[in-house]
């Protein structure tokens, strides 16, 4: 089974940025679409940006187009996802998980918090 660990999240002021990290325990991660997903204090976790195994396409969604970029090095067994001009309503926690989510697969994630 696959383990994933989440790395990067902290404290950023708005308009800045952060990149977090997955890394994969296993090889078998370059097959795999891949997501990242969020989930702020008393909301559900949603889905914030997916790639299929090869990285040639990406989806996001609409409250994070144009500001995060997801990608990934699959020789690292690695999934990125970059986040500028951060929002406060970005603050939540940050996983990465196969796309779709595999319940097994969810890590404890990154805590990314953004003041205003």
């Known amino acids: 089974q696959v383990r994933l660990v989440e790395s990067g999240g902290g404290l950023v002021q708005a308009g800045g940025s952060l990149r977090l990290s997955c890394a994969a325990s296993?090889?078998?991660?370059?097959?795999?679409?891949m997501g990242w997903f969020r989930q702020a204090p008393g909301k559900e976790r949603e889905f914030v940006a997916g790639?299929?195994?090869?990285?040639?396409?990406?989806a996001y969604a609409d409250s994070v187009k144009g500001r995060f970029a997801i990608s990934r090095d699959n020789a690292k067994n690695t999934v990125y996802l970059q986040m500028n001009s951060l929002k406060p309503e970005d603050t939540a926690i940050y996983y990465c998980?196969?796309?779709?989510?595999?319940?097994?697969?969810w890590g404890q994630g990154t805590q990314v918090t953004v003041s205003s």
């Open positions: 998980n196969r796309n779709p989510p595999t319940a097994d697969y």
């Open positions: 296993e090889r078998t991660f370059s097959s795999y679409a």
């Open positions: 790639i299929t195994w090869s990285g040639g396409s990406t």
